[in-house]
């Protein structure tokens, strides 16, 4: 997949396209369907498949103190999209210039930018530009003048209610990782950089890869069995989220740590994105460090006793990865 981070010098840009446009955070169902939709058009009309979204959300710059938590980093959201059949990303940089920027100019730019657009595929509900002015309708109207069809996707609904972004991080902060796997079409995972900690993992006998989750949503605090995939390595890992009360006398920012189970490589650096497949036991305070072992030990176990039924369960074989295609960042 293309990333295209200069619009206008995509080689590509005169090829017949048909392109989605949104934010796409979380990629769930909803999101699958405008997407889906997006690469059966192209495919069928002999066409590219584009997507156009942001390099964050919107209200991190326009009310950053209002900006909800992200259910993806950027690069899930680039993975994610790549693994759904689309040819090319057209990431926009949104700064406070951008958000200023009204929805018919916006849409001007972006035919100018992609002359070969044939049509334009979003959610029924969509709106953009500055103040959030733009609608479908006026993609519609812009679409009739410039010569592109515009296509509303209706939204996707389960138990009732639309599948939406709001709705899963809502799920997410509940602990319903049930719910959240639904809504997802497939298991929640959180994502971060490994930074360096204190190293009392490994003092305990149980190193950890410490995950930088700062704005990202969070599942409640507690021990989880996940699924870990590392850039040279993936398998079963035992997660803790929270703020460690044995070991901290006041609270901090909540942690998310990890131990992979079998691994004793270096990720410091790395991207590690966590599958969380249950809920072990809530967080809680220990008497000292010897029962904190002895429980984390205990943990260990029972992870790996759940880990290849629960991994099996959700069609991922016998504790292998599945293959994920890698975006193509592109110079234009």
């Not at 938590?69 to 949104?94: C, E, M, Y």
Request: hydrophobic share 40%; aromatic share 8%.
């Amino acid at each position: 997949m293309d990333i295209i981070t200069q619009a206008g010098k995509w080689e590509l840009a005169t090829q017949p396209l048909c392109m989605a446009i949104g934010m796409f955070d979380g990629l769930h169902l909803g999101h699958q369907a405008v997407i889906g939709r997006t690469v059966s058009r192209a495919k069928n009309q002999d066409a590219l498949a584009l997507v156009a979204t942001f390099d964050r959300h919107p209200a991190s710059v326009i009310a950053p103190h209002h900006a909800p938590p992200a259910i993806q980093t950027l690069n899930q959201r680039l993975r994610g999209l790549s693994d759904l059949g689309v040819d090319a990303t057209w990431l926009i940089h949104f700064d406070r210039a951008f958000s200023e920027k009204s929805a018919e100019e916006f849409v001007r730019d972006a035919f100018r930018y992609f002359p070969g657009l044939r049509v334009v595929l979003v959610g029924e509900k969509f709106r953009f530009g500055h103040r959030r002015q733009g609608t479908v309708e006026l993609l519609q109207d812009l679409g009739h003048e410039l010569g592109f069809e515009v296509e509303a996707i209706p939204p996707v609904n389960l138990n009732g209610e639309p599948v939406s972004s709001t709705r899963i991080r809502r799920q997410i902060r509940a602990g319903h990782l049930d719910e959240v796997r639904a809504l997802l079409g497939r298991p929640y995972a959180l994502a971060g950089k490994v930074v360096e900690g204190d190293r009392l993992g490994r003092q305990l006998g149980f190193p950890t890869a410490n995950l930088a989750v700062e704005g990202m949503a969070v599942p409640p605090n507690g021990v989880y069995v996940a699924h870990a995939e590392a850039a040279a390595w993936s398998g079963p890992a035992v997660v803790n989220v929270g703020f460690r009360p044995t070991i901290e006398r006041q609270p901090q920012s909540i942690r998310v740590e990890a131990h992979l189970i079998g691994f004793d490589g270096e990720v410091y650096g790395q991207e590690i994105e966590l599958l969380f497949l249950r809920s072990l036991r809530s967080e809680r305070k220990f008497s000292d460090v010897g029962a904190l072992r002895a429980q984390i030990a205990e943990d260990c176990r029972a992870a790996s006793g759940l880990y290849q039924t629960i991994w099996a369960a959700f069609g991922c074989g016998h504790g292998e990865s599945k293959a994920v295609s890698s975006p193509r960042a592109h110079s234009s």
